[in-house]
T-cell receptor
């Protein structure tokens, strides 16, 4: 079945540091890939997505590229801010019918000023 | 912007009691989901629902759980006899049904079973 392996946290960075959160997946076919973010006390929000190989999703300075050859979708940001502190979830969704989202374990990110 | 709304935001109940969590999906969406997140753990799929029936359910979704769309707008999750381990945040989500479409999540209902 489908699965997502995500970099274990927690991750603590200083403001303006470069961020990478690794995500790899296992799936049949050609899934869509997502990053969701959960800010403290809030629900899940879509951060970015990519629906086919070599697509790059981007939002709020975050980027992730769908790499089929390495089955990866790593999240990056060049300069993080305190407001980026949250839990980040990598997820995939198969393209057969309307499949469910499968989530990774989540990575808690804390940015210190 | 349309959003998924969930009620209650927090419910405390005694073990063995029935609980109903309510969700109003985005109005033109056709697919509905429940997920749960035990504190500090991953987000787990419970069930998906389409055309008034369950499309898929996980091992977690046993006979104690049921879902219903009683009136064309609400989408409910019922837990018949709650257990301590049902304590979690429960998220409702909906989607349009396109193959690459994202799921839109509500803010969650926190269930505490004592």
């Amino acid at each position: 079945g489908n699965s997502v392996t995500q970099m274990e946290g927690p991750v603590t960075l200083s403001e303006e540091a470069f961020l990478t959160i690794n995500c790899t997946y296992t799936a049949t076919g050609y899934p869509s890939l997502f990053w969701y973010v959960q800010y403290p006390g809030e629900g899940l929000q879509l951060l970015l997505k990519a629906t086919k190989a070599d697509d790059k999703g981007s939002n709020k300075g975050f980027e992730a590229t769908y790499r089929k050859e390495t089955t990866s979708f790593h999240l990056e940001k060049g300069s993080v801010q305190v407001s980026d502190s949250a839990v980040y979830f990598c997820a995939l969704r198969g393209n057969f019918g309307n499949e469910k989202l499968t989530f990774g374990t989540g990575t808690r990110l804390t940015i210190i000023p | 912007e349309p959003e998924v709304t969930q009620t209650p935001s927090h419910q405390v109940t005694q073990m063995g009691q029935e609980v109903i969590l309510r969700c109003v999906p985005i109005s033109n969406h056709l697919y509905f989901y429940w997920y749960r997140q035990i504190l500090g753990q991953k987000v787990e799929f419970l069930v998906s629902f389409y055309n008034n029936e369950i499309s898929e359910k996980s091992e977690i979704f046993d006979d104690q759980f049921s879902v219903e769309r009683p009136d064309g707008s609400n989408f409910t999750l019922k837990i018949r006899s709650t257990k301590l381990e049902d304590s979690a945040m429960y998220f409702c989500a909906s989607s349009t049904g396109t193959d690459t479409g994202e799921l839109f999540f509500g803010e969650g209902s926190r269930l505490t079973v004592l």
